[in-house]
């Protein structure tokens, strides 16, 4: 397809980026430690690094794993743990000793524990004690070498990391009791490869850099291989859109989203590290008045976060009182933006949600919008440089301009495929080499892309497409609706019938209203034949509503 999108390219960004996959992240990182060494890069509850720090320390973690451990290149090992200085820490010490990291979401139960140690076959794991009682449970069924533990305060620093420990282990309850014989302290490990060398190790932009796990929503959760030149590319394709507007070594960005999530780990770690930026980790992002007084503390240049996260920011009463003035933007991803939510958030804050699009399989950076766009658009911007977008049919045929199809991606960002899931690539990958995404979208006369929704998602109602994205848009825009929810659900009459859950912002508001409502805005077929009141949604830990949790209730 002609890049017909590039004429919505700000100026100064490059349509392709000359040698976007050459290079490594070790390569990348090391660099930023000669250049910024003095500047703080990662600040968590009041304690800092510096990049030079976080180089010494990271090639301690390497040499941990090199010399007491006995691992070498190529070798998995697995993160569990949230938005903490220690992760960076051994994140970039795997890097460094050329392992692949394994990035684990804290919150997953003992049987997704299991599976994914054992699926990416990892020699070892760092996990924070809070989550200790589940790998407890599997620890036996999996092929851990080592075990390496950290609590929640443990870079803070005496006396605040022996404080942190006590309240969060004996205060606050939030360790439950365990039993993993011979795992071995982070700050020991800190300490005992501070007695070694990290050895140089020949890392070739060819080598997996990342096992970064899906989300398992249809199922066990697939390991995308991502190389370090997928990561590299998908850096610079970033930096390239960004760096008219960055001030290289004074931005400083807020971070709820966890690292864990590619989302973050691709824009808020390694672009900003890039950049030399510091990054403000927030551990706990559903703590909504902790995360406010944060933000009023650091007065961030940059923030990113998803819609239910800018939904709860909006709706705070102290939120809306911050100065926002060092703001330059906040990036949208993860989820599709709502446009009441946005429509809130630029009011408040005087700046529009800049909505990006991207997934686990491509690094995850696809499309982004221009960051001077001046509103909220509902479009999720134009491809990358150097990216191939085509929305295509179930046979692999493009569809005409301006219909929805599969949006389908080819790049230097695209995974290698899955991990041992050969029969998933064949589904996965088009015989061209384009990324079947799962997700139907469009483009507009002008070039931007339009996400309509999951394909998964989609419901059938008498033979009509009903598309959740746009029934949860109409009802979010009510004044008395906090969130809302939908899916599908068997009919007999109509095959399947719209059921939607709802969350209120006014206990006056009862199921009559609500359907008078939607039935002004959205055509007949799509009006919602069974509407649910909760209290809550079901979110993941990164704030995606799990539509898979509605439908099992």
């Known amino acids: 397809m002609e890049k017909f999108w590039l004429k919505q390219y700000p100026d100064g960004v490059p349509a392709e980026i000359a040698d976007a996959e050459s290079g490594t992240l070790v390569e990348l990182i090391e660099a930023s430690f000669r250049e910024f060494g003095d500047r703080p890069a ?29 691992f070498a290149k190529g070798d998995r090992v697995a993160l569990m743990m949230p938005n903490l200085l220690q992760y960076p820490i051994a994140l970039l010490g795997i890097l460094r000793a050329g392992m692949v990291a394994v990035n684990v979401n804290p919150l997953y139960t003992a049987r997704e524990l299991e599976h994914q140690l054992s699926d990416a076959g990892a020699r070892a794991i760092v996990i924070v004690e809070n989550f200790a009682a589940t790998l407890e449970k599997v620890v036996d069924k999996v092929a851990l070498e080592a075990v390496i533990t950290t609590q929640i305060g443990d870079a803070l620093g005496t006396p605040k990391r022996l404080l942190t420990n006590f309240v969060v282990k004996h205060v606050k309850r939030m360790v439950p009791s365990f039993q993993l014989p011979g795992a071995i302290g982070f700050n020991t490990v800190l300490a005992d490869g501070a007695k070694q060398s990290m050895k140089a190790v020949d890392v070739a932009p060819d080598d997996i850099a990342f096992l970064q796990y899906t989300g398992g929503t249809t199922g066990l959760a697939k390991g995308a291989i991502l190389r370090h030149r997928n990561m590299v ?27 864990y999530h590619v989302f973050a780990l691709m824009a808020n770690c390694l672009v900003f590290m890039r950049q030399g930026g510091r990054n403000v980790l927030i551990t706990n992002p559903r703590d909504i008045p902790a995360l406010v007084k944060e933000f009023e503390k650091q007065q961030p240049t940059a923030f990113t976060g998803v819609n239910t996260l800018f939904n709860a920011l909006t709706n705070n009463d102290a939120f809306r009182k911050l100065d926002f003035s060092r703001l330059k933007f906040a990036l949208g991803g993860g989820a599709a933006v709502q446009r009441s939510v946005a429509e809130k958030w630029h009011k408040i ?13 491509t690094s995850p950076a696809v499309a982004i919008n221009p960051l001077n766009l001046e509103s909220y658009s509902g479009s999720i911007g134009v491809p990358l440089p150097s990216t191939e977008v085509a929305i295509r049919d179930e046979q692999g045929n493009d569809v005409p301009l301006g219909e929805p199809g599969e949006l389908c991606v080819a790049g230097p960002q695209v995974m290698a495929g899955y991990w041992n899931k050969p029969e998933e690539n064949d589904k996965t990958f088009f015989p061209d080499g384009f990324l079947r995404t799962g997700d139907v979208a469009r483009f507009d006369d002008a070039g931007f892309l339009y996400i309509v929704d999951r394909k998964k998602d989609m419901i059938l109602v008498s033979g009509f497409n009903v598309y959740p994205n746009e029934i ?22 109509s095959g399947e019938a719209v059921k939607v859950f709802v969350v209120k912002a006014d206990d006056t508001l009862d199921e009559d209203e609500l359907i008078a409502f939607c039935r002004k805005e959205l055509t007949g077929y799509k009006v919602p034949k069974h509407v649910v009141f909760i209290d809550e949604l079901p979110k993941s830990n990164v704030g995606k509503i799990l539509r898979k949790d509605l439908r099992q209730a």
């Open 349 to 361: 804050t005087g700046h529009p949600l800049i909505e990006a699009y991207g997934l686990t399989e």
């Open 472 to 493: 949860e848009d109409v009802i979010a825009t009510h004044p008395k609706v906090l969130e809302a929810a939908c899916i599908g659900i068997d009919d007999e009459r």
């Open 233 to 259: 590319a998908n850096v610079a394709q970033a930096e390239a859109w960004l760096n008219p507007w960055i001030d290289q070594g004074n931005e400083v960005i807020l971070t709820p989203l966890p690292l």
């Open 42 to 70: 990662f600040e968590n509850m009041g304690a800092s690094l510096t990049y030079a720090e976080l180089d010494a320390r990271s090639a301690h973690f390497a040499a941990y794993l090199q010399h007491e451990l006995g």
